[in-house]
């Protein structure tokens, strides 16, 4: 039988190297020592009264919200910016309340205090900044002096 080649039996390996394939993707989820954790709910569910919403220890949660909305939320000990209203902000549990000032263009910048010692609602009415009327000035015309 010469000149006559050998038949390579290709099937057989494709299901072998399949079937080495799937071992190798489904050990890992087999033999896990810690199961996986179940998902958080997202915010389109409304938690259960069974449920509570899972917290921190140590924190404490302000709703900030003001007329009209889209104002920066500054703590004013160091100016940074904690978010725009409306709200939910975490402040770590302190006695002293926290100084919030709350800015947007056009209004006048307010600052009020908020607990810190425990969950909170802020709701502020911003004043929007009063415009002056300038009195008119007379535009001269040209600069003509009077020579004696």
Not at 1 to 11: A, E
Not at 14 to 21: C, K, P
Request: charged share 25%.
């Amino acid at each position: 039988m010469l000149g006559t080649t050998g038949r390579v039996r290709r099937k057989s390996w494709t299901v072998i190297s399949g079937a080495l394939a799937l071992v190798v993707i489904a050990w890992p989820a087999c033999h896990r020592k810690n199961p996986i954790p179940p998902p958080a709910p997202s915010k389109s569910q409304p938690l259960s009264d069974e449920q509570p919403a899972p917290r921190q220890q140590g924190l404490a949660l302000a709703w900030m919200e003001t007329t009209p909305p889209g104002a920066a939320i500054v703590r004013v000990s160091d100016c940074h910016v904690l978010g725009y209203s409306p709200e939910i902000i975490e402040f770590r549990y302190s006695k002293t309340p926290v100084q919030i000032r709350f800015e947007l263009e056009g209004y006048i910048p307010l600052t009020q205090e908020v607990s810190a010692a425990e969950d909170s609602e802020l709701k502020v009415v911003l004043e929007p900044i009063p415009k002056v009327d300038l009195p008119a000035t007379k535009k001269s015309k040209g600069s003509k002096r009077h020579r004696p």
